[in-house]
């Protein structure tokens, strides 16, 4: 069969980018365009942790974003219904337009507001004239599987930078199925007050997180916009370190190797050299794909807001 649309963008404060994958079904991992298939259903079949499938879609991927912000150490957000709302709305208006965008057009079928903190205000949702944040992130696919659409907006990295942002609070999702085609799903997430306690601020999350199993293998630059490898398409799978939103990290050294090899390179992403990225998070690109079945250690070595830190972990590859 044909290939298959699969695109999703985040936004974030000022951050906006597009992802556009192609999949034969619920993906594939040959040739030029497709992403290895996600390894969600796996990892629900073998870790007691994970949550079961409901095979609602909205809730089956906030429940999995979840589950992966708490693998990494970071608070779960709570699902609040005026978010679901926003995010449903969203999700409703793309599918009767059939259109994958952040912003909608006034006039347009299912119209709630032009850009996300608009349809928050919509909804309900109170932004107060204080400090705030918001993100979303959204998809389409041919895969109705919430799961498997949460994992894929994880793997990519300017996406994760909302996903795993770890002063949100709360967060709600939505999603929406042409019969035959494409399911749009959206997840908005927020925080109402940015005061973060004096003890978390030097706290960071790494991505993947210490230990863990099955993670992808490689990842498709050429499909995200803007892209984060230029002139590569196939790369590993995106490392990353999150801190608090507010706060300032930097790096001095950050690496990743086969266990008991060399350092591969890697495309480094930080703010000052890629305004994609938030001031409060850095992340690797391997710029070949890693090897199936492999431990690979990482060394991160940085500052938040002046303070050094140092982190070593090892996770294995699918």
Known sequence: MGPSPRSVLPTFLPMLALLLLAACGGGGNGGS????SSPAQAVASLDPGAPKATGITA???FN?????RQQAGVAAVTRN??????AQGHS?????NDVITHEQTVGKPG???RTTGDRLL????????GGYAYGEVISATSDRSGFNAAEDLIAAIYHRFVILEPIFKEGGSGAATVSGGLTYFTTDFAAIGLDTPAQDLGKVFVYPYPGQQRVPHNFFSDNEVPDPVPNRNEVGYPVSVHAFLGTTLTVQNFTIQPHGEGAMPVQLLKHDSDPQTPESAVAIIPLSALKSGTVYDVQFAG???????TRSWSFTTQ
Not at 122 to 129: H, L, T, V
């Open 111 to 113: 119209f709630t507001g």
């Open 33 to 36: 365009g497709t992403t290895t």
């Open 303 to 309: 500052s938040v807001n002046g303070v050094g830190l």
């Open 81 to 86: 219904s005026r978010l679901d709302l926003a």
């Open 64 to 68: 999995w974003m979840n589950f992966r």
């Open 59 to 61: 809730t089956d991927g």
């Open 92 to 96: 409703d208006y793309q599918r009767l």
């Open 122 to 129: 919509a909804a309900g949702y109170a932004i107060p004239s």
